[in-house]
């Protein structure tokens, strides 16, 4: 073929400038209607903030309440956001002037968002302010602050197996249980085979809602491990979650997932269970158990590190200086000094409280070491996981 | 009540060169930015033992051993320290065959195909390769390259007239350059079709296909690539930007992260502040601005002090391409996969205008894969790899999604790119994710606050590409002290051309604060 490319008339080019000028011109001098479908989903999935009211509450045991949650129409939520089975809720709350958060798994089912409900299971734990605050204060129509739900504890149909065996302990239940209603919806698709760990049959939470789902739907299976119980019950399994019990509930011929959520304690124990088993680590998924307290305990963690610090704390143009326990993450030293700070998950994975270190070192137990390669580059870390080993400059972002 | 010399609201690539510049130059800069980290795009987030890069393929500017390349400069400009890995291929496009292709044949993966090119660094080398693969394309490849060559040493020229004596009429082909479409070239300089059609592969990094995109800028952008191969920073691009970040803090910039702009606050018809998350007003002298024009004349502005210009800018122009990207963490290599490439295209189709068609719709068959371990062995742990699926789609694609579809609507899209790739690779990807991400255009309209969750600004059209735009940036301009940059701009989307439009509305604030420019 010939080059006729010094045909091409360059002379084109001047009148490219009045053409795009008469475009603009003769466009409409008003806002675009504009169809953004993405952006809405976005929004409604997504939401800043929710503003919710609570609807009721019910008292499963001594220490643990079911409250369920309805919009706050007065404050701006007509509607909540709809979530994957699995996601929890942060909540915002200020206590004797301290502005604290704590992130709640959602029990309710996903459908039940859609016509105006959460559900949260929250268990009075033993020196807890946010539990022993939620359950002296929240009662019907208590107004209460919540963030969209987030976190990455969900079944994914292209990663995990047909079948997934759901090691719960203790009010480590409510994803599980926000699941199995959506398998029984339809609005999720696997095998669950749920072991349920509590201390006696009297104690389990949500029994009878698990037996109901179990009896409604061929795809989901409920074991009681029951560790404190003297009575033989039928169907339940007496002592602690191991390797054998997974193994004499799991299907024999088949690939399985395993979901954890529970206390710290239990995963301690079950992680060591899991590794007689030997399966892919892509098979193996753990919620975050929440707050880590008690650095000192960890093997790598230093020696002679100071009982008090001194932290020096900008957030925009203001800096203050504040004291706080070196046993106390960065985060809860904020907070303890009624600064309120950015935070979702409080276990370093969900990266929401990323924050700068001018100066001062700071300890990140491994297992919570979630931060980026160029974090480590740049002295970025996340506050609430990370305890302070010296006094600290730091600088935050503004809580939202 | 703050005030400052310059207010840079957004900090992706454009909003992070724009203020690192002016802080440089000694302005009191506040960048304010309703994330909790920069980059916008550049970025990167962590799964499991995975940490994933976003959106970075890879960058042009990156230079060899023997001179630096334009993207280092702008990170060199102002100091910032990022390690660099460098790569030297281009592409790889792979074109299935459909039933009753007559020209199929299968390649050394065993599948059949009607294109299969793996394209070399160097205008030599990628001549002669398209003409082993379309015998009778080299005489219109390398010619095409010649003009590239000339075209950039005009632009150096003109950019440094002192130093390098000539002017534009030593190239008298830029303007026909500009001033025709990519296929209207290519026919004129006589290359064969199918050598077209894999010469013009990097069309979908512009979003415009060859009858829309000018003939100039693609050769800008191949040339770049063809020339000393690609490039990407060693820790994902969140790396670029907490690099950008730290030097605005040492040049004595402040940046507020969690800051969302609500308002612009306006005064005698010009911004004079902006207000942050609806409660701090903070007010400047000039204001460089990050964020899309939509969302600043739609959300921030009341509609009596938008410019009428402005409304209709918006109306005349196309929102640009929406992308889809699957993140995979797989527990095998990339050997243990098969994956012998960085970059393949797979495309249902190799005419480039049929693929724009079919991506007017919900997943087309455009695919393309990305291994990250091929540039970075070990960006992931021992054993393991990190792949992402990119696809692009135009116009609102997720009209008929309702939110409790969502998430079976992501596995589905996610699962047809991944066995898109299985099928033309003739590889096994799916027993192997270890974790997995999906990103939809909401996921971006999400992080990224643009309209539809395109990242790529408004279509670079035949009438809007990047000449006129260039030439008509400051009439664009909405007010004498408020300067648009990142992919809304002269360039369209690109890291490297967010940072250069950063750059040009930093130099043009900083003449005027320090000069009475």
Redesign the interface.
């Known amino acids: 073929m010939a080059n006729k490319f010094k045909k091409l008339k360059g002379s084109k080019f001047i009148k490219m400038l009045p053409e795009r000028q008469e475009r603009f011109q003769s466009a409409k001098a008003e806002l675009p209607a504009f169809s953004d479908n993405a952006t809405a989903l976005a929004k409604a999935l997504h939401p800043k903030k929710q503003f919710l009211k609570i609807a009721d509450v019910k008292v499963l045991s001594e220490d643990a309440k079911t409250f369920t949650l309805v919009p706050d129409e007065e404050m701006g939520t007509k509607s909540l956001a709809y979530f994957g089975a699995g996601k929890y809720l942060t909540i915002f709350e200020t206590i004797n002037n301290m502005p604290i958060t704590r992130a709640y798994s959602i029990s309710s089912s996903p459908k039940d968002s859609l016509e105006g409900k959460y559900t949260l299971t929250i268990k009075l734990v033993e020196g807890g302010l946010m539990s022993r605050y939620i359950f002296d204060t929240w009662q019907v129509g208590t107004k209460v602050v919540a963030s969209a739900p987030a976190g990455n504890f969900e079944y994914q149909p292209l990663r995990d197996a047909e079948t997934v065996i759901c090691l719960a302990g203790g009010s480590g239940i409510t994803p599980f249980v926000s699941m199995a209603n959506a398998i029984a919806d339809g609005d999720e698709d696997f095998n669950m085979v749920l072991l349920y760990g509590s201390r006696s049959y009297d104690n389990i939470l949500f029994r009878e809602e698990l037996d109901a789902l179990q009896s409604k739907c061929d795809k989901i299976k409920v074991v009681h491990v029951l560790s404190d119980e003297d009575k033989d019950i039928e169907g339940t399994e007496k002592g602690f979650i191991t390797a054998e019990l997974i193994k004499k509930y799991a299907p024999a011929d088949k690939e399985y997932s395993i979901f954890l959520c529970g206390p710290q304690q239990m995963y301690a124990f079950v992680d060591k269970e899991l590794e007689k088993l030997n399966l892919p680590k892509k098979f193996i998924r753990h919620e975050m158990f929440g707050e880590f307290h008690n650095p000192a305990s960890q093997a790598d963690y230093p020696a002679n590190v100071p009982e008090k610090v001194k932290i020096t704390v900008t957030i925009q143009s203001e800096t203050q200086t504040i004291e706080g326990s070196s046993a106390d993450t960065v985060l809860q030293i904020l907070e303890k000094n009624g600064i309120a700070a950015p935070a979702r998950c409080r276990s370093g994975e969900c990266g929401f409280c990323h924050s700068h270190l001018l100066s001062g070192k700071v300890y990140v137990p491994k297992h919570l070491e979630f931060r980026r390669l160029a974090d480590f580059k740049f002295d970025c870390f996340h506050p609430c996981c990370s305890f302070p080993l010296t006094d600290l400059e730091i600088n935050v972002p503004l809580a939202k | 009540m ?1 005030n400052y010399d310059v207010i840079v609201i957004g900090a992706g690539n454009g909003g992070l060169a724009a203020a690192a510049n002016c802080a440089k130059a000694g302005l009191s800069v506040l960048l304010l930015e309703r994330h ?2 920069p980059g916008g795009s550049a970025s ?6 995975f ?1 994933f890069e976003p959106s970075l393929h890879e960058l042009a500017g990156i230079g060899d051993e023997k001179e630096v390349g334009t993207i280092e400069e702008v990170f060199n400009r102002i100091d910032a ?1 990022v390690e660099w890995c460098r790569h030297d291929s281009t592409f790889r496009l792979v074109v299935p065959a459909k039933e009753g292709d007559e020209d199929a044949f299968v390649n050394e993966d065993g599948v059949l195909v009607t294109v299969d090119a793996r394209m070399p660094v160097g205008f030599e080398a990628f001549s002669r390769k398209l003409d082993e693969l379309v015998p ?1 394309s080299y ?2 490849c390398r ?1 095409a390259f010649d003009m590239s060559i000339a075209m950039f040493k005009a632009f150096e020229c003109m950019e440094n007239p002192a130093k390098i004596p000539g002017s534009l009429k030593d190239v ?5 350059m ?3 479409t990519m296929t ?2 290519l026919d ?5 079709k199918k050598a077209q059609d894999i010469f013009n592969t990097y069309w979908c990094y512009m979003g415009s296909p060859a009858s829309q995109f000018d003939f100039l800028y693609y050769m800008c952008v191949l040339h770049s690539y063809v020339r000393s191969g690609t490039g990407i920073p ?3 691009s ?2 670029m ?3 950008i ?2 030097k605005i ?1 040492d040049f004595g910039g ?1 940046i ?4 969302d702009v609500t308002k612009i606050i306006m005064k005698d018809g010009k911004p004079v502040g902006v207000v942050v ?1 609806g409660e ?1 007003e903070v007010y400047g002298k000039e204001f460089i601005c990050n964020c899309y024009p ?1 969302k600043v ?2 959300e921030l502005m009341d ?1 009596k002090d ?1 410019p ?2 402005q ?6 122009r196309k929102t640009a391409c ?1 992308l889809t990207t699957v993140y995979l963490g797989m ?1 095998k290599t990339k050997e243990e996969l098969g994956i012998t490439d960085y970059s393949v295209f797979i495309a249902p189709d190799s005419d480039s205008d049929k693929q724009y068609e079919a991506a007017q719709n919900y997943f087309s068959g455009y695919c393309i894969i990305n291994c990250l371990n091929e540039i970075i062995p070990d960006c992931t742990p021992e054993g393991t790899s990190q792949l992402f699926l990119t696809t692009m789609t135009f116009g ?1 694609v ?4 309702k ?2 579809d ?2 079976k609507f992501k ?1 589905k899209v ?2 047809d790119m ?1 066995e898109t790739c299985e099928k033309a690779l003739n590889i096994s990807i ?1 027993p ?5 991400e999906i990103a ?7 992080y990224l606050n643009t ?3 395109t990242p790529y600004g408004y279509m670079l059209e035949k ?3 990047m ?2 735009r260039t ?2 940036y400051l009439k664009d301009q909405p007010f004498e002290n408020f300067w648009f940059c990142g992919a809304t701009q002269e360039r369209g989307d690109g890291y490297g051309c967010a940072y250069y439009t950063g750059e040009k509305a930093a130099g043009i604030v900083i003449k005027k604060l320090k000069e009475g420019k």
């Open positions: 703050k909790n980290i990167s987030f962590v799964r499991g033992r940490e320290d009778g005489e219109s010619k008298p082909d830029i303007m026909r500009t001033a025709h209207e070239a004129a300089l006589g290359m064969p060693k820790f994902r969140h790396e930007s907490l690099a970040d730290k803090r402040e507020w992260y969690n800051a998350n701090t939509y004349f739609t509609e938008v009428e210009m409304l209709k800018m918006l109306n005349a929406t527990n609102d997720m009209k008929d999604v939110p409790q969502y998430k596995t996610a699962q991944i799916k192997y994710i270890e974790e997995i939809l255009p909401p996921t971006f309209a999400r309209p539809l969750g009438w809007d590409s000449l006129p030439v008509q």
